[in-house]
């Protein structure tokens, strides 16, 4: 089992920046994916960035350009840069034991809310 955690959301204007982080708990070393995810109200959720262990990270095309996803250990991290009013959602940190781009994660997190003004 595989808990995670996210911090780091908020209110931000648009052009500005935030840093999300997201620490796993439990069977770390399980973990082979991590990545985020966010879900904006009357849409579905999308997977915004992923690593997949051994492999280049991987980005929506909507935010390519503007987010970095990192890993260190058991924390994944997401600095998102030049933030537009939709990138407004709630975010999500996910892991998988597979090495595996899925829309359906195995564990996630309880989500964080970013919101950007215009």
């Known amino acids: 089992q595989v808990q995670l955690m996210e911090s780091g959301g908020g209110l931000v204007q648009a052009g500005g920046s935030l840093r999300l982080s997201c620490t796993a708990s439990?069977?770390?070393?399980?973990?082979?994916?991590m990545g985020w995810y966010r879900q904006a109200p009357g849409n579905q959720r999308e997977m915004v960035a992923v690593?997949?262990?051994?492999?280049s990270p991987l980005y929506a095309g909507s935010v390519r350009g503007r987010f970095t996803v990192s890993r260190v250990d058991a924390n994944l991290y997401l600095q998102m840069n030049s933030l537009k009013p939709e990138d407004t959602a709630i975010y999500y940190c996910?892991?998988?034991?597979?090495?595996?781009?899925?829309?359906?994660?195995?564990?996630w997190g309880q989500g964080t809310q970013v919101t950007v003004s215009s």
């Open positions: 690593i997949i262990n051994g492999s």
């Open positions: 439990g069977s770390i070393a399980s973990i082979n994916t």
């Open positions: 996910a892991a998988d034991d597979r090495r595996v781009l899925t829309p359906t994660p195995r564990s």
